[in-house]
């Protein structure tokens, strides 16, 4: 029967890779640490101090340490190299940590004189805090695996004797296995009831594995991270411009669609158009009066107040359309065309004043002029007797 996707969703990211080595391969020390010491100066003290009380160069040893902010000393854990197999050391391929199997309980929330007692087949560790910090001694005891009960008990007072006197003792039969990764800031591990969290910079110190292959390792990981964001990035961008992509094409369709519907109404548009221009005029013409007397006056002035100079001569005047009056004219004076058109300009009922077809003659010229007034502003001259001029055409 296969599993629910949601169960595995549930479940979360997997647990890092984590190769526990065993115990009883390492010989552990608690070194204090001289005054405010930076990671590059515990580093260097830590390897001095190997140097100091181990038999071998630091290049034959494989070594970690786990240190605590404030805790004043450093829990140092080191093994000759020549006691791991080629096989074993081929399975830490492609591990984000490898360390001895108590170095997964060191991160543990304990009070001052706890000891931690780990009873596995192949072994019984013991782990004593002096101080809840950083432990101050590690015992490790191989076993075979056909031991009896009794032999194991036996031994483990041994430990604790040895270890000494503890407030609190906590047994546990389970070795530490690493929980699902639920932070890069840090790796858990839990062992029966008890719960260790490592924190990421803890973890980078208590890797055996040569110091110099961790660093090309760590590099690494980080350029592959800035990769694989850049890979995420590129993909993300490329599916945004696909999406836009398609979004253009279904854009484009529309808009065909929309051509074809405006080039099939377009013709019935323009029939509705000529009809509502035509249906326009006609209303105009029965509705509105034709004033080409009106216009006529005011283009040339009343009577005692002339517009039109004398020296300009009317040879035609008519309308083009209900508020347009053309007037066809003559001078001997040319000067005096834009004087008057100036002055037409100026008037409150005209719209727009042009001058067409200027013809000059020495100083003789015939040209044209065409006056647009504002609608509905001439009104009709009253005739004698209080009665409206009719200038329909």
Not at 21 to 42: H, K
Not at 138 to 157: C, I, K, Y
Not at 231 to 237: E, M, Q, R, V
Request: aromatic letters at 6%.
């Amino acid at each position: 029967m296969c599993a629910s996707p949601l169960k595995f969703l549930r479940a979360g990211p997997p647990p890092p890779k984590v190769a526990l080595l065993p115990d009883a391969l390492f010989f552990t020390r608690s070194i204090p640490i001289v005054g405010e010491a930076t990671a590059a100066d515990i580093t260097a003290q830590v390897e001095m101090a190997l140097e100091g009380f181990s038999p071998f160069p630091l290049a034959q040893l494989y070594y970690g340490w786990f240190a605590a902010p404030a805790a004043g000393r450093v829990f140092v854990f080191a093994a000759y190299r020549r006691r791991f197999t080629s096989d074993q050391i081929a399975q830490w391929g492609g591990a984000d940590l490898v360390m001895p199997s108590f170095a997964a309980l060191l991160g543990a929330r304990v009070e001052a004189g706890t000891t931690v007692v780990v009873t596995v087949p192949e072994g019984l560790t013991a782990v004593h805090w002096e101080s809840p910090l950083v432990p101050s001694r590690v015992l490790s005891r191989p076993l075979d695996p056909a031991v009896t009960d009794e032999e194991r008990t036996r031994l483990r007072g041994e430990l604790l004797h040895e270890i000494g006197a503890s407030k609190t003792v906590v047994d546990l039969s389970l070795a530490p296995v690493a929980d699902p990764a639920k932070s890069a800031q840090e790796i858990s591990f839990t062992a029966g009831s008890l719960n260790s969290r490592l924190p990421a910079a803890a973890t980078a110190m208590l890797d055996v594995r040569d110091k110099g292959e961790l660093a090309g390792l760590r590099t690494a990981r980080r350029r592959d991270v800035l990769l694989w964001r850049l890979t995420l990035g590129c993909s993300a961008t490329m599916a945004v411009l696909a999406l836009g992509e398609f979004a253009l094409i279904g854009g484009r369709a529309w808009q065909k669609v929309r051509a074809t519907q405006l080039n099939a109404q377009k013709p019935l548009v323009e029939k509705v158009m000529a009809a509502q221009g035509l249906a326009n005029r006609i209303d105009e013409l029965a509705t509105k009066r034709l004033l080409p007397f009106e216009m006529i006056t005011v283009v040339i002035g009343e009577d005692g107040t002339p517009r039109k100079p004398a020296e300009i001569t009317f040879v035609r005047a008519y309308s083009s359309g209900i508020y347009t009056l053309l007037v066809e004219a003559s001078t001997n004076n040319i000067g005096l065309v834009a004087v008057w058109e100036n002055t037409v300009r100026q008037l409150p009922a005209c719209e727009s004043v042009e001058i067409r077809n200027l013809r000059p003659r020495g100083e003789s010229a015939t040209f044209q002029l065409v006056v647009t007034f504002k609608p509905d502003v001439l009104r009709p001259m009253p005739l004698p007797g209080g009665k409206v001029a009719s200038s329909q055409p």
